[in-house]
């Protein structure tokens, strides 16, 4: 469904009104699983979540700070070893693959990078708040299943500030159609930019595959916001699980999300004088293993639901 008809819809099964904003404010507090139709495909790579235990680690030669500003020091001349895994929540790391490959059709938003501040913009947007500028450098990703989620990527061809790209170009055009320049300045841009081309295909030539992207800042363009029929259906039966039938206020609410993170956390956690792990739980994966082995079929005990309560109980309990 799109966000209007999924407003409309949620309309009918709550008794209110429901605008596309409250759609938007659901998916970004965790309540609601928001997905994105890429109707013109787009490019990405994959990436496997894994535990701390599991993530990759890179080593550079001392001396490699000066080149690369964001690697710790080094000491005494030894090598830099530096986490190559993205670090998506202290508990789960996303290595990603070197290939980018096309992607297309409907997929879910986990909400962690660039995806999350697009969202949070037009729900501002939509409620005249004020424009997100915030960036992440990680850029936007996207899933459909708990154990990969794939990073967006843009061709530079389509970065209109890369000297040489198609997009430098439309952008050149189009100050020239709104007469912004004068036909010798025109023609002297074009010529440059022609130049420029060349450059930017020889260039190009000398490139993998992947040197030719970076990752996205922003979801596509031409994609469509949308929610999927089953996070509707689930959305409606968390709301029928609630005592009587009514939805819990925001403070009783934050109250079960902080229990719920303290206990995660203990699970999962270590005792700080020896050590020793409090349970025998060796990750959130192998806690909702549990809980689906024991309890599943009950209402809001589902691989889905868990893990979105389970990062936004982590999130209250940080918080606090």
Known sequence: MTLDEAARHLSVVVSEQVTPSD????????????????????????GKVVGVEDAEWQEFPPGMTKLFPGLPESEDDKPIRYMRSLN?????????????????????????????????????????????TLTCLDGAFVQQNASEMWQLMESFDD????RGSNAAKKKLE????????????????????AEDRKKFLADRKSWLDPDSYYPAGALPDDA??????????????????????????RREETTYLNIIGGL????????????????SFA???????????????????????????????KRSIDAC
């Not at 036909?183 to 930019?193: I, N, V």
């Not at 995660?264 to 349970?279: A, D, R, T």
């Not at 959130?284 to 309560?309: C, M, N, W, Y």
Request: glycine letters at 10%; hydrophobic letters at 40%; a negative charge.
């Open 159 to 162: 970065n209109e500030f890369h």
């Open 264 to 279: 995660l956390h203990l699970l999962l956690g270590k005792s700080p004088g020896s050590g020793k792990k409090y349970s």
């Open 224 to 249: 469509v916001l949308v929610v999927r029929t089953a996070a509707l259906r689930e959305f409606e039966q968390s709301l029928q699980g609630a005592p009587g039938g009514e939805r819990l206020g």
């Open 88 to 132: 998506l929540d202290d508990e789960r790391f996303l290595t990603l693959e070197s290939e980018v490959q096309k992607i297309e059709g409907v997929w879910d938003l986990p909400l962690i990078g660039s995806e999350r501040l697009d969202i949070e913009h037009k729900f501002q947007l939509l409620t005249g708040g004020p424009a997100v």
């Open 23 to 46: 759609i938007l404010r659901l998916c970004l507090d965790g309540h609601l699983v928001l997905s994105v139709n890429f109707v013109n495909h787009s490019q990405a790579k994959r």
């Open 174 to 193: 189009l100050r020239i159609a709104l007469q912004e320049l004068s036909e010798e300045e025109a023609q002297r841009l074009m010529m440059q930019h």
């Open 283 to 313: 990750s959130q994966d192998a806690v909702i293993s549990g809980l689906l082995a024991h309890f599943d079929g009950a209402p809001g005990i589902s691989k889905r639901t868990l893990e979105s309560k389970f990062a936004e109980a």
